[in-house]
């Protein structure tokens, strides 16, 4: 059966106004959360604030991660690489292209420390595509860490709301098994995508899944409140041969516990069908 993880940040209390950072003070309760509700991993943030001070950036903290790995069962599979949200390949200012090359490529052997296996690249919002030439400099950088993503047996999967086309045409242009898409379901279905469309074109080119319940043009609410296709999308997928994660990234407000409880059980249902 597929696994259902979660992302950091959701099992720790919500850091107001936001939704999701990096839980400085809780990351390690959040294995004993995981484990207790029943989480199958969990999806760790790199962000671009104090990234240095990550644990996975370090040799401690990275042994750190693998003792409450092997603490609670509970891996690390992905790594969800919002540092390039704030930092992206084009439009730089006060940083080069190399320089975020070669902090994508230690990212890639350092979550291979931890036994991720997928490391999510947003390409939206800051980050979004805007020309050709933008697309051009991206794909420039995912060619030269390509060796790294295939040393490590590692995969990367592009998350953006482009229109599905576009959407397909960067996670297929690689013609590898190492790069695809991270489906982000919620900000594709704000975007007015139906997911079981989605699915039909994007297909075995689906890496991952963010599971996330958002309505159209508006802002994310509690799982099966809003407008994403879960209940024909996620069959559809698994139906056609998808074996990869749906990682929980869903609405909460002050019960995290609860809500991310309630999140997997709905998520297992339609998933078991």
Request: with cysteine; charged share 30%; proline share 4%.
């Amino acid at each position: 059966m597929n696994k259902v993880g979660v992302i950091q940040g959701r099992l720790s209390p919500r850091p107001y106004p936001k939704l999701q950072e990096f839980p400085w003070r809780t990351w390690r309760k959040e294995f004993e959360h995981a484990e207790k509700i029943g989480f199958d991993f969990i999806e760790w943030i790199f962000e671009e604030k104090n990234f240095s001070e990550n644990p996975i950036w370090n040799e401690e903290g990275r042994k750190e991660i693998r003792k409450c790995i092997s603490e609670t069962n509970i891996p690390i599979e992905s790594v969800c690489a919002d540092y390039f949200l704030e930092k992206p390949f084009f439009r730089r200012e006060g940083y080069s292209l190399e320089e975020n090359i070669e902090i994508l490529k230690e990212l890639i052997k350092k979550a291979g420390e931890i036994g991720a296996k997928t490391i999510l690249l947003p390409v939206l919002e800051n980050a979004e595509i805007r020309c050709q030439e933008e697309e051009d400099i991206l794909t420039e950088a995912v060619y030269k860490v390509l060796p790294t993503l295939e040393e490590q047996g590692i995969r990367i999967g592009f998350e953006t709301e482009l229109p599905i086309e576009k959407y397909l045409k960067l996670a297929s242009k690689f013609n590898s098994e190492y790069v695809g898409a991270y489906y982000d379901a919620g900000n594709c279905a704000a975007c007015g995508h139906d997911m079981l469309q989605d699915m039909k074109v994007l297909g075995r080119h689906v890496i991952s899944v963010h599971v996330k319940d958002r309505l159209n043009a508006g802002k994310s609410v509690f799982l099966g409140t809003g407008d994403t296709n879960f209940k024909e999308g996620i069959p559809y997928l698994i139906k056609n041969g998808y074996t990869g994660n749906f990682v929980l990234q869903t609405y909460f407000e002050d019960d995290y516990i609860g809500a991310a409880a309630e999140g997997l059980q709905y998520i297992r249902g339609i998933i078991k069908g």
